[in-house]
């Protein structure tokens, strides 16, 4: 069975979730970074989408429960003769679950993705509970 897939139904998800949005909900952004959030037991990753960038031109900060993920993709040198790339300032904004372990946050850019790990906090982790039998 096909089933339609409906994007709004995804970002809706992920807003719920993480409730993601712009820094400035009045002005649009020059572009927006495409990015992917994943979760198992014991983290949540982002993978956000930056081909081209290095990472100096990046930066990431958490406020309060706040990340947020900040950069500016610039025209390289020489003159364009046709463009569709998005550049010039991006800012993308999370609020944070309270299970992430806001201290041990970690970021790490590989071929144009950076991954920005997110552990979730000990007492969040499921734990086995043995039964014992009684006699």
Not at 100 to 123: F, H
Request: with cysteine; net charge neutral; hydrophobic share 40%.
């Amino acid at each position: 069975m096909l089933i339609r897939w409906t994007p709004w139904q995804t970002k809706a998800h992920l807003d719920r979730v993480f409730h993601t949005w712009n820094a400035d909900q009045t002005t649009a952004p020059a572009w927006q970074p495409l990015v992917d959030i994943y979760e198992d037991a014991e983290r949540y990753q982002l993978l956000v989408d930056l081909p081209g960038m290095k990472q100096d031109d990046v930066s990431i900060s958490i406020e309060k429960n706040q990340l947020g993920i900040r950069g500016e993709r610039r025209d390289p040198e020489g003159t364009a003769t046709h463009r569709e790339r998005p550049r010039g300032v991006f800012e993308r904004l999370f609020t944070l679950p309270p299970l992430v372990d806001c201290e041990r946050v970690t970021a790490a850019m590989d071929a144009g993705v950076l991954t920005v790990t997110l552990p979730k906090k000990a007492e969040a982790k499921a734990r086995q509970i043995p039964v014992n039998v009684v006699s």
